[in-house]
């Protein structure tokens, strides 16, 4: 569901909402969408000089008991 208002009641809220029979994936990524900016390629490596990786995925902590 949908609704353009936010009301204090939630029962008015979802009485006089829209009702959607599709995901609602599509709305968020809309929503989502025009509030972004462009998109960015992901860096090569992860961490920076502040916060340097401390090493390669998944860690020595996955395998350690």
Known sequence: MTHDELPADPAVWQENGTKHTDSWWLHWQE?????SGKLKK????????????????????????
């Open 31 to 35: 929503w989502q969408t025009s509030r």
């Open 42 to 65: 992901a860096p090569a490596a992860l961490g920076n000089k502040a916060y340097p990786s401390a090493e390669a995925a998944p860690g020595t902590y996955v395998h350690e008991r």
